[in-house]
């Protein structure tokens, strides 16, 4: 069974810096694509950032500079560095893992932003 499971969220002060990361079981983790999405109540959820198993990275036009997704494939784990965090940053940020027809997300991390 593939698990997706999320932690170091939390709150943090604008300007801050927080690290998600993302522990996945249960999967061949370096054959899939990772990525992070977040989701504002009664907004679509959205890319933050991925990184293709070959290496490519791509991100949302609102974290480039910011934001910085990677992977270690020994730990199973992906995680996104996350600097200069400003309030338009707080929400849930998901987790995604991505192979063809093969899809998985995790249950999700609250991160806010706030003095």
């Known amino acids: 069974q593939v698990q997706l499971v999320e932690s170091g969220g939390g709150l943090v002060q604008p300007g801050g810096s927080l690290r998600l990361s993302c522990a996945a079981s249960?999967?061949?983790?370096?054959?899939?694509?990772m990525a992070w999405y977040r989701q504002a109540p009664g907004k679509q959820r959205e890319l933050v950032a991925r990184?293709?198993?070959?290496?490519?990275?791509n991100y949302a036009d609102s974290v480039k500079g910011r934001f910085t997704i990677s992977r270690d494939n020994a730990k199973n784990t992906a995680y996104l560095q996350m600097h200069s965090l400003n309030r338009d940053d707080t929400t849930v940020y998901y987790c995604?893992?991505?192979?063809?027809?093969?899809?998985?997300w995790g249950q999700g991390t609250q991160v806010t932003v706030s003095s």
């Open positions: 990184l293709f198993n070959g290496g490519t990275t």
């Open positions: 995604n893992a991505r192979r063809s027809a093969w899809d998985y």
């Open positions: 249960g999967m061949l983790f370096s054959f899939y694509d």
